[in-house]
């Protein structure tokens, strides 16, 4: 009989054992394996797509073509239109990379988001934190782009003694901070959600089999789910960027 | 509430871990409600924009996508949050 479900701390479900290097700043944990298979899929995949390359794409071409073609359509050209095309490569890596990082929370004997741990999107989001400043100041010049991120158009002169801090801490601290936090915190609560429901199903198997019934089939439901969710975390992150870049290369007016 | 008091000071450390459960059950709960509500109305209004022009579908979904996105950072905040305290 199961009187009470021992969870374990919160330590346990995202820290992992080193296995090569132990005690150095290398060691290479299950986390550091991820990363490094992420990388590995997202060059190879475009670079086996694109070494034969042919008019009529079939196979890998066709599926990376296609890819390219959706964060054309439905991320460039929805932000920052025509003149973001030059982002194309850029964002395209973004998005598979951080896809690939997120999909490993489903395949079996990885089963670990490595965006779970912050390293990884901080990094990233502290990347498009430079970028989308470096664009600014480079086409609008420093003053300027501090001041069309600063001040809103069509505020009355009263309010912007409130509305310039607000603005200035909005543009300037919390994006970089809420980029990191939504894929981080995204990834980390998908991943609590799966071992929940599996240690409910192996805690209720072990006491009545039938039992188990019940969240064995939310832990499916909930792993189609999170497919769902690695995506559509990867396509936000994508668009979020080209938002923030879009909105430094042309300010509105 | 002189019991409390009472085995407060008997087993502060039970207490005080005890309390900070509470405390992040609270916070992660609080946080929920607000962003709970605003992804209710983004996504809403999103479903009526798109069925009474379906032609703008794929305009209206980029921007609930990132509307969902700026609303649920709160959310996410506070369940970071209850993880610090």
Redesign the interface.
Known sequence: MVLGLEFPPVSHLVNWQEIWFKGTPFAISKVVIVYILAVILSFGFFFLAGRKRKLVPSGMQNIAEASLDFIRESVIMQTMGAQGLGWLPFLTTMFFFIFFINIFEVIPAFQMPGNARIAVPLILAVTVWFLYNIVGIRTQGFGHYIKNMCVPPGVPKALLVIVVPIEFISNFLVRPFSLAIRLFANMLAGHFILVTFALLTAALWGSTYVAAILPFSLLVALTGFEVLVAGLQAFIFAILTAVYIGGSMSPEH | MFRLLLLAAQQAGELQTGLKAVGRGIVYGAAAIGPGIGIGIVVGNAITAMARQPESA??VR??M??G??FT??LA??G??LA?IL
Request: net charge negative; hydrophobic share 75%.
């Open positions: 794929g305009m980029t921007t996508f990132l969902i996105a649920e950072a996410l905040f369940f970071v993880f």
